[in-house]
């Protein structure tokens, strides 16, 4: 049955990696210095086959340098519908390979792409955000690649709230119910 539950989670993620409306598009992702946490809302860009995710940001954010300090981070994902939660612990690096970088800011609309030229680097000080100044071509796209350890599943229900941690054994993934 945590086999059935897993492939869902699976389906959930690799949807929403693709539909802007997916309600798992937008999620929380924490990160940590040796002192205080701090959490944002991301877009989840993608997910491949090991389900590591990726996600865009600027390279000169505090969420990157928090992971050059810690790589330890966590994502949280939550559907108020079917009122799911999805936690999960992992690595995060920040990609190194160009040739992808190039190829992903190719694809991305002009108007977004404003959102990694900035002039001033996120957390400065501005009189008005009207004002904001940006590059002509200098950007700081990069991406971020969530490497999952642990995947929490919790699932609230009238009857039997379900709740299920999954661990990465031997390369695989094994799950157990655990009190909600
Ligand atoms: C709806 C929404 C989506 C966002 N998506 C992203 C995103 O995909 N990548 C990103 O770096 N910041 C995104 N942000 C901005 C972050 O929440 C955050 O404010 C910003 O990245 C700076 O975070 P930091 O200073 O903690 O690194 C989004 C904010 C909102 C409200």
């Excluded at 999620?27 to 210095?33: I, L």
């Excluded at 000080?125 to 904001?132: H, N, S």
Aim: aromatic letters at 8%; a positive charge; glycine letters at 2%.
């Amino acid at each position: 049955m945590t086999d059935i539950i897993f492939s869902t989670i699976k389906v959930d993620l690799t949807t929403a990696a693709s539909s802007p409306s997916h309600p798992f598009r937008l999620c929380t992702f924490a990160t940590s210095t040796a002192t205080s946490p701090s959490i944002r809302t991301v877009v989840l860009r993608a997910i491949d086959q090991e389900l590591s995710m990726y996600i865009y940001t600027d390279r000169r954010s505090k969420k990157v340098m928090e992971i050059g300090q810690q790589n330890q981070v966590s994502l949280l994902f939550y559907d108020p519908v079917r009122k799911l939660q999805i936690t999960i612990g992992a690595t995060a690096q920040c990609t190194t390979d160009d040739q992808l970088l190039k190829k992903l800011w190719a694809t991305i609309s002009p108007k977004s792409k404003k959102e990694y030229m900035s002039k001033l680097p996120s957390r400065e000080k501005i009189q008005d955000p009207e004002k904001t100044e940006y590059h002509k071509e200098q950007h700081f796209f990069t991406v971020i690649k969530i490497i999952p350890q642990t995947i929490e599943y919790l699932r609230l229900k009238k009857s039997n709230h379900i709740r299920v941690q999954f661990d990465k054994e031997g390369g695989n993934w094994k799950g157990n119910y655990i009190t909600p």
